[in-house]
């Protein structure tokens, strides 16, 4: 597995806000996308959309519900088309399979198209050792892999990167002359990879879908590098978690609606590619060999959780980032992981466990915009807030997120709470203390209050170091109940 | 099956002992995280309630493409409209012709204005009804046909594709919905003429359209029912130019695949 970072949250994201060239890469996330994504909903109608996002949903549901039977047909399938299925426990399991089959065969060069689990396993380096070349396709993967960084967006890897950067990058690593017009960029990677692809004696790619009842892996995209990775080798390898069997084809109909229009706003990918089995004896061309290799690497704790079983209902849409008002402003690669923004908060803590990623539950305001946009409807504040939970309450003192003072505060004012008595005589001792402080704010019931930036008391500081306070009213609510309120009601 | 092996190791193939997990235990700890009890037989539960879809048989599919045939029937001239609309705005240069001479002469002045000198081209039975070689061989194009029924061999046939200025072909489904074609590689039809020369023509017939991905996936699921349980290896949806937005979010069409495709729709 890469490198897991997620518990460097904290300073990587305030670092991350800091970045200027980032702030204007993230700016694109919100106009770009999400502007692209609501326009296709509105062409559809909402109605017709929440229709989908219902169907696509109880799909999901079911299938997890029924994992073994749904894997067990796939598996039936794929071999009946001549296909081989291999099951992979974790990404050391995964990553001996494909080294296998790739020594096996004498695999010289591997191109590969987008597959976050790969990204998961960390594959490259695995095959690298064993002197394979290993060429990833998708332009923005490609611009990474020259880059030696990792993606920081689910469905557009290079968010992060400027033109500037590419053309460096393409300078440097390519021998190309320094140019950052765009077309000309893509026109010089379509080029040095058109070789590769005729080279290579094996096609990595991912599955956005795998339909069980025929055993056909689907993959959704827009470049082509799909269509030659899974055309041009003698050799396939499809790697994909285990999450993403369907039932039958006719399923496809409502996941190949939302999926583009959730990710960029296409009405569909410029392709959509179904592979069943290796190429046939009168095809004219095509792999010999196709493998399928379906992935657990965590997953099956996913299942087991019926709180958070629903994460693995996620189609990798990227609707959820795209919207986050916490990912755009801190980017991708401050989730420390493969899976950023609100949905990897959530699974990044279920698949590299809650000690390491405890921070990334935080990183949300709960506002609930990535549940609306999520095409299959997943709850993900629920799930965060139930990872908060957890990370509150943990028996195992690594995995709890928050600081003993404030586990303390927290405490307190629970206490306070409580008891009506002490709630007001405590509110009455910080109507005093907000008067006596320096640099707070004057007390006002107006709607445009000041708020308070900073506590100069030795717990409440470290509270709004990343926080701000309002101040206490004049009078609580209790008070003006008393006062004006329930004398109206009475009257 | 495939998983014949009584201590259910390489479960995946009989003749290589592969690294990964066997199958029977892989399902079981799934069975299990699941919080059900582990199968008698040996083979999963199918679900109590099952899935509705995989309960139709072949008689309920056959009975749904007579309503559909019907139904395409009777709104082809609408459907061609709304597919024609549908295809330009997915980045298609449309051109809609009548009748099989006016697709050859379409075909042909569209080689002269791209420039073309080398195509490959599919066999398909579109060229039989429309045989566009001839006129195009005539302006001195080289054509290079992959003729169904010869192997042409596999090296070979690639050098021509690579080289290929245009790369033509027939479509097996065209959809509304989407502005798609839906092409399924075969003998005949390499996978890689439609994605590798930097222009792909497809030529398409009226009957070829429906209306949406509903009724392509009825058809293809009726297909794979009535031959037995097979799919063919590939299908691919088409939806105008190859496309990136990678860098910056702009949109550059022809990364890998074709940056122009056009479209000759023979009413």
């Given at each position: 597995m890469?490198?897991?970072?997620?518990?460097?949250?904290?300073?990587?994201?305030?670092?991350?806000?800091?970045?200027?060239?980032?702030?204007?890469?993230l700016d694109r996330v919100g106009v770009g996308f999400d502007v692209a994504r609501r326009s296709a909903i509105s062409e559809v109608t909402e109605e017709a959309w929440e229709e989908w996002?219902?169907?696509?949903?109880?799909?999901?549901?079911?299938?997890?519900?029924?994992?073994?039977?749904?894997?067990?047909?796939?598996?039936?399938?794929?071999?009946?088309?001549?296909?081989?299925?291999?099951?992979?426990?974790?990404?050391?399991?995964?990553?001996?399979?494909?080294?296998?089959?790739?020594?096996?065969?004498?695999?010289?060069?591997?191109?590969?198209?987008?597959?976050?689990?790969?990204?998961?396993?960390?594959?490259?380096?695995?095959?690298?050792?064993?002197?394979?070349?290993?060429?990833e396709t998708d332009l923005g993967e490609y611009i990474i892999q020259l880059a030696g960084e990792t993606p920081s967006h689910l469905v557009a890897p290079a968010l992060h990167k400027s033109k500037e950067d590419v053309a460096e990058l393409f300078a440097a690593k390519l021998g190309l002359p320094y140019d950052e017009d765009i077309e000309r960029m893509a026109a010089a990677a379509r080029t040095a990879l058109r070789d590769k692809f005729m080279q290579a004696d094996l096609g990595i790619s991912g599955a956005n879908f795998v339909v069980a009842e025929t055993g056909t892996l689907v993959i959704v995209t827009n470049e082509g590098n799909g269509r030659l990775c899974t055309s041009a080798p003698r050799m396939h390898i499809g790697i994909t978690g285990m999450e993403k069997v369907i039932p039958s084809m006719q399923d496809l109909a409502i996941f190949l609606r939302l999926l583009p229009r959730s990710a960029t706003g296409q009405r569909i990918s410029s392709y959509v590619s179904m592979v069943t089995g290796p190429r046939r004896e009168d095809d004219e061309d095509g792999p010999e060999e196709f493998h399928l290799i379906l992935v657990d690497n965590g997953r099956s704790r996913m299942l087991r959780d019926p709180k958070l079983r629903e994460a693995l209902y996620c189609i990798r849409c990227g609707a959820c980032l795209n919207i986050c008002p916490v990912y755009q402003r801190v980017g991708g690669h401050a989730y420390g992981w493969v899976y950023p923004g609100p949905i990897g908060a959530v699974v990044s803590p279920m698949l590299t466990g809650l000690k390491e990623s405890k921070s990334l539950p935080q990183a949300s305001s709960l506002c609930g915009a990535c549940r609306e946009a999520c095409p299959v409807k997943i709850n993900i504040p629920r799930m965060l807030l139930e990872l908060r939970h957890r990370t509150a309450e943990s028996e195992n003192p690594q995995e709890r997120a928050s600081s003993r003072s404030e586990r303390f505060l927290a405490g307190a004012y629970a206490r306070l709470m409580r008891t009506p008595g002490r709630m007001a005589l405590a509110a009455r001792i910080g109507r005093i203390a907000q008067r006596l402080l320096p640099g707070m704010p004057k007390p006002s019931s107006s709607k445009n209050r000041s708020w308070i930036s900073r506590v100069p008391l030795p717990l409440l500081s470290r509270w709004t170091r990343a926080r701000d306070l309002p101040p206490l009213p004049s009078k609580s609510f209790r008070q003006v109940w008393q006062d004006e309120l329930s004398e109206d009601t009475r009257g | 099956m495939a998983d014949s092996r009584p201590?259910?190791?390489?479960?995946?193939?009989?003749?290589?002992?592969?690294?990964?997990?066997?199958?029977?235990?892989?399902?079981?700890?799934?069975?299990?995280?699941?919080?059900?009890?582990?199968?008698?037989?040996?083979?999963?539960?199918?679900?109590?309630?099952?899935?509705?879809?995989?309960?139709?048989?072949?008689?309920?599919?056959?009975?749904?493409?007579?309503?559909?045939?019907?139904?395409?029937?009777?709104?082809?001239?609408?459907?061609?409209?709304?597919?024609?609309?549908?295809?330009?705005?997915?980045?298609?240069?449309?051109?809609?012709?009548?009748?099989?001479?006016?697709?050859?002469?379409r075909v042909d002045s569209l080689?002269?204005?791209?420039?073309?000198?080398?195509?490959?081209?599919?066999?398909?039975?579109?060229?039989?009804?429309?045989p566009v070689d001839n006129a195009l061989e005539g302006r001195g194009i080289q054509v290079t046909a992959i003729v169904q029924g010869e192997r042409a061999e596999r090296a070979q046939l690639r050098q021509e594709i690579r080289r290929a200025d245009v790369g033509l072909t027939g479509t097996d489904y065209a959809l509304a919905e989407t502005g798609s074609l839906v092409i399924m590689p075969r003998r005949g039809l390499s996978r890689l003429v439609s994605l590798v020369p930097p222009v792909h023509v497809a030529l398409v017939r009226p009957e070829e359209v429906l209306e949406s991905l509903h009724d392509l996936f009825l058809l293809r699921r009726l297909e794979y029912h009535r031959r037995g349980g097979e799919m063919g290896s590939y299908l691919n949806f088409i939806t105008g130019p190859s496309r990136t937005a990678d860098i910056e979010m702009t949109i550059v069409q022809g990364v890998h695949g074709p940056k122009t495709v056009h479209l000759v729709l023979i009413e």
């Open positions: 890469p490198e897991v970072k997620t518990s460097q949250f904290v300073t990587a994201s305030a670092a991350a806000m800091l970045d200027p060239k980032l702030r204007r890469a996002r219902e169907e696509a949903r109880s799909i999901k549901i079911h299938t997890l519900d029924h994992l073994d039977y749904y894997l067990e047909l796939l598996h039936d399938n794929v071999t009946a088309a001549g296909g081989q299925v291999h099951f992979a426990a974790d990404a050391a399991e995964a990553n001996a399979i494909v080294s296998h089959l790739a020594q096996n065969r004498g695999v010289k060069v591997a191109t590969k198209s987008k597959s976050m689990v790969s990204e998961e396993l960390e594959l490259n380096p695995v095959l690298e050792s064993l002197g394979i070349e290993v060429y | 201590d259910g190791k390489a479960a995946n193939d009989g003749n290589e002992n592969l690294p990964g997990r066997p199958k029977a235990e892989f399902l079981r700890s799934v069975r299990e995280a699941l919080g059900r009890p582990p199968s008698g037989s040996g083979r999963a539960v199918p679900p109590a309630q099952p899935y509705h879809r995989l309960e139709e048989t072949l008689p309920h599919l056959e009975a749904q493409a007579v309503e559909l045939e019907a139904r395409l029937r009777e709104n082809r001239p609408l459907l061609l409209d709304s597919f024609a609309e549908m295809a330009a705005r997915g980045g298609w240069n449309v051109h809609r012709v009548s009748g099989v001479e006016a697709a050859i002469g080689m002269s204005e791209l420039g073309a000198a080398r195509i490959v081209r599919s066999g398909q039975p579109v060229f039989d009804d429309a």
